[in-house]
């Protein structure tokens, strides 16, 4: 590509599909607001609807006046900023496929797609409850899953609720190893880390996951929730191609302007998976 033959707008809508191949924890939120992002402090609006009462009735008897729909706002604040700016050498480029440039932004959408989903998953201790697979306990990880879908339950979170189950690569291999995950017939294979199904919960693998320590052993800190647990707005603001000064070389860069909120802390559930520290000795 030369820049000469760059179009913002078509480049930005490639990187944006680029970026929804990449995504899992986004892939996972909600994301219809309302507002427009104009840059990093932005806020937009999450709009909800309020609850409905439900009433006796009698026959042939008149119902009273229909209540009023009330709708539930709340305020979602565009606080993160992350760009990309590289260059591809004339030479470089002279010697190499066409198809350089095209690469370059795929993994330019690969980087910020990591970022936004890092993001995402340093909200666990938001939500309203946590499950803990520990070391010291002899329960199954399978039955750990299954105390954070009994919690779910309990939050009238039903069976036709769509949910997620976000855990690390190394939970993963657990639970590929305790044989947990069942792929679901004639469900698509191609999603992103999709591992299977347990409970009607989605499982996927994301290396974003966020680990801690305590007590010295490693907590890995996953999620089970609904699409609607947490609210996720982003745009990419801008994107431009130009020629450095000091070099002869084709250069993009670009801005992702982004925000995410736990808005429905009861639908999400922090499944807490320990291992022992690589660093301690056996």
């Given amino acids: 590509m030369s820049i000469n033959n ?10 944006l599909t680029e970026l929804e191949k990449q995504f899992v924890a986004v892939a996972h939120c909600n994301r219809d607001f309302e507002g427009e992002i104009k840059g990093k402090g932005s806020t937009v609006n999450i709009c909800g609807v309020g609850n409905i009462s439900i009433k006796d009735y009698t026959r042939d008897t008149d119902m009273g006046y229909p209540d009023t729909l009330t709708d539930t706002m709340t305020s979602l604040v565009i606080n993160r900023a992350k760009c990309f700016n590289f260059q591809i050498d004339d030479i470089d480029k ?17 980087a910020i797609a990591n970022e936004a989903d890092r993001h995402i998953f340093t909200l666990y201790n938001l939500a309203d409850a946590m499950v ?12 750990t899953i299954l105390e954070a879908r009994r919690i779910l339950y309990e939050n009238n979170v039903g069976d036709g609720v769509e949910l997620f189950l976000e855990v690390s690569p190394k939970v993963a291999a657990k639970i590929l190893k305790e044989k947990i995950a069942i792929p679901a017939m004639g469900e698509s294979t191609f999603n992103t880390g999709y591992l299977g199904s347990i409970f009607g919960c989605k499982i996927f693998v994301c290396n974003n996951i966020v680990e801690t320590e305590v007590n010295g052993n490693d907590v890995h800190n996953c999620f089970l929730r609904t699409k609607r647990a947490i609210a996720f707005a982003d745009q990419i603001s801008e994107i431009e191609a ?5 070099r002869f070389a084709d250069a993009v860069k670009g801005l992702h302007l982004y925000g995410a909120k736990v808005v429905y802390p009861k639908e999400l559930v922090t499944v807490r998976v320990e291992f022992k520290s690589e660093n301690e000795p056996s």
Avoid: C, G, H
């Fill in 94 to 110: 002279a010697q190499s496929s066409p198809k350089l440039m095209e690469a370059a932004m795929k993994k330019a959408a690969e």
């Fill in 6 to 15: 760059f179009i913002p707008t078509v480049w930005s809508e490639t990187l």
């Fill in 242 to 246: 130009y020629r450095p000064e000091k």
């Fill in 132 to 143: 803990t697979n520990a070391l010291s306990s002899s329960e199954t990880l399978y039955d």
